[in-house]
């Protein structure tokens, strides 16, 4: 029996427990004995790791991802992928998705994790094509949740689905840690027992279900699963590696983990996370467990983003109520899964409702969108008369939403002229055109000691 690990300390654990701010410095000289560890890849660039690379760090995420490739070489590199929406959050044309993954295997990429927020495969087959054509590993992944739609049936037809575009694996991706065991055994168990395909489990320990989670996961025949170093795990972080290791060696699976090299790389990140926890980066509180989610079935970065709003609202007051109108704003939307920006359009869409005091009564641009089809197809059928009421005799979009994009490459690379070094660089404009700009403007200024400790409010290492 043998079950294999993807460490996730570099992306969902940094993304999860410090909103992405890890430097490239704060972990490159770790690199190396991360390759030695055993894992069978390890998940580095993508998901908000990009963004937060120009955003907040000036950091160029491509250089990120060649230093990162330059010191792993046996482990395989993965990143994970929006599908049609690449790192971003709108939909890009077929030339932007196709040149970016082509982009991201010459720079490094070994294993790309693909989905999309509202499982409609249809924004993810030209990713999966690219991804495949550069001989890259593409793993479909499926955005879990639970709906009177969202069936172990339905699960299965994604699989196949995915199965048939040639994907190489299927994540199940329990992005708001509400898997239960059972569920976890049951849909895996049913997964493996219609196609032959590896599976791989990915979830969070936020309301503390993920270490059980994971082990009947492995009972179920997962083959892979994601944990983080045990520094950086818990709370809205994966399980343990470590931890989750020793627990299943001990039932008798073979892991391929060298214990000794990854309590080394635990050393190395202990400090840091100490580092992060002094200068405020990284707040104790996520490292809790909070079953909330459980009761509200919402994840808990939704719930906190709802709280925020009624607070700057000034009405508190109301979050019973927004929490009792969540669900069904999510029903008349056919059970969109609660991942960016499904999310927050439908906690958005709630709050509004609540506080106007009318149901619809003013209709979100996003949720318009949605309705009109722009986000792909709905899981489960759309409230008829919301849909008729927000557009009126307009036809929705039947088809493919990038279907209605026009190229863009040529375009931007001419707008985004000589601030471009390369193809990367303008792959960066098309994904986050303003803040792409200022970086490229401000790369070559090399910020003086003082700022930059001002600026991560932080002490360097
Ligand atoms: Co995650």
Not at 20 to 31: A, N, Q
Not at 223 to 230: E, V, Y
Not at 248 to 259: A, F, V
């Amino acid at each position: 029996m043998q079950v294999r690990f993807t460490e996730t300390v570099l992306r969902d654990g940094n993304q999860s427990l410090i909103a992405t701010r890890m430097p490239i410095e704060d972990f490159e000289p770790i690199l190396e004995t991360m390759d030695s560890a055993g894992y069978y890849s390890i998940e580095c660039w993508g998901g908000a790791t990009f963004d937060a690379c120009l955003r907040y760090l000036n950091e160029d995420p491509w250089e990120r991802l060649r230093k990162i490739k330059a010191k792993v070489s046996n482990t395989k590199l993965q990143m994970l992928l929006r599908g049609q929406n690449l790192l971003g959050y709108k939909h890009y044309p077929d030339d932007a998705v196709r040149m970016f993954i082509r982009h991201a295997v010459e720079n490094g990429i070994d294993i790309i994790r693909i989905f999309d927020a509202l499982n409609d495969l249809r924004n993810v087959e030209v990713a999966v094509d690219e991804t495949l054509k550069c001989g890259a590993i593409a793993s479909g992944a499926i955005s879990y949740t639970t709906s009177p739609v969202h069936t172990i049936e339905k699960y299965i037809e994604l699989s196949k689905d995915f199965k048939n575009m040639g994907v190489q694996s299927i994540t199940i991706k329990d992005m708001a840690g509400i898997m239960g065991p059972k569920e976890a055994y049951d849909l895996i168990s049913a997964i493996k027992d219609s196609i032959d395909i590896p599976v791989v489990l990915h979830t969070h320990c936020t309301t503390g279900l993920a270490y059980m989670t994971a082990i009947k996961a492995v009972e179920a025949g997962a083959d892979i699963i994601d944990t983080a170093i045990s520094s950086f795990s818990g709370g809205t972080s994966q399980p343990a590696t470590e931890s989750v290791a020793y627990a299943l060696e001990q039932m008798g699976y073979e892991t391929g983990l060298d214990h000794e090299v990854l309590k080394k790389v635990n050393d190395y990140f202990k400090p840091l996370k100490e580092k992060y926890i002094r200068s405020g980066l990284l707040d104790p509180a996520v490292l809790a467990t909070d079953s909330d989610a459980l009761i509200y079935q919402i994840p808990g970065g939704m719930l906190s983003n709802l709280i925020s709003q009624l607070k700057a609202q000034n009405a508190m007051d109301r979050l019973d109520e927004v929490l009792t109108e969540t669900p069904k704003v999510r029903k008349d939307l056919g059970y969109p899964p609660l991942v960016t920006p499904t999310s927050q359009m439908v906690g958005v869409q709630a709050a509004t409702n609540v506080l106007l005091g009318e149901r619809y009564k003013s209709v979100g641009k996003e949720v318009k969108a949605y309705l009109r089809g722009e986000y792909g197809k709905a899981p489960g059928p759309v409230n008829e008369e919301l849909k008729k009421k927000v557009l009126g005799d307009e036809e929705p979009i039947s088809g493919r939403f990038a279907d209605t994009l026009e190229p863009c490459f040529d375009k931007a690379k001419a707008e985004i002229g000589e601030l471009a070094k390369n193809d990367e660089d303008v792959l960066s404009y098309i994904a986050f055109p303003q803040v792409a700009k200022t970086f490229f403007e401000n790369r070559d200024k090399k910020p003086e000691l003082e700022e930059v400790k001002a600026f991560y409010s932080i002490e360097l290492l």
